[in-house]
């Protein structure tokens, strides 16, 4: 019977060259750049521009609009030295994208639902319109009468 002679080896090694190694670091330094463009821009929270990734040594940030990307266009230079100096001294540079909508929320933030706009009548409003369809026939009346029809009242009940 032959024996087992391969010493075991340190998981903290065992995985400091695997892929998934490299996308936690890449996670964390993701979330630093995020911080720091945080503080940067002086905001609270980033909602509406955030860095996303990094690809070939150049930060890509994505942004939820065209007003924020010239923003962050305008500030490129003073970004990309803060982040040199504090976090990335190798990052070749910046690219500033406007993003799909809802790329650049964070996760953990649910919105309100949006209620549908219902527009109403006011009373008086109300009157007129039954009055001009009164006074109107044919296609004219009819559509006044549909609308009426359709939009609710606005008097207190």
Not at 141 to 153: T, V, W
């Amino acid at each position: 019977m032959k024996r087992y002679s391969h010493k075991p080896e340190d998981l903290t090694k065992l995985f400091s060259h695997s892929t998934l190694a490299g996308v936690q670091q890449q996670f964390q330094l993701v979330g630093k750049l995020n911080a720091e463009l945080c503080q940067i821009l002086q905001l609270t929270q980033l909602t509406s521009c955030q860095v996303a990734t990094i690809k070939e040594g150049r930060a890509i940030i994505l942004c939820s609009s065209a007003a924020w990307a010239t923003r962050l266009k305008m500030q490129r230079d003073a970004i990309l030295d803060n982040f040199r100096k504090k976090i990335l001294p190798e990052l070749a540079g910046i690219d500033i994208e406007v993003s799909p909508v809802g790329q650049t929320k964070p996760l953990l933030v649910q919105e309100q639902p949006v209620k549908p706009y219902c527009a109403t009548l006011s009373h008086d409003t109300r009157l007129q319109l039954q009055q001009a369809a009164a006074q109107t026939d044919g296609p004219v009346q009819q559509a006044l009468q549909r609308l009426l029809r359709n939009m609710p009242d606005n008097t207190p009940r």
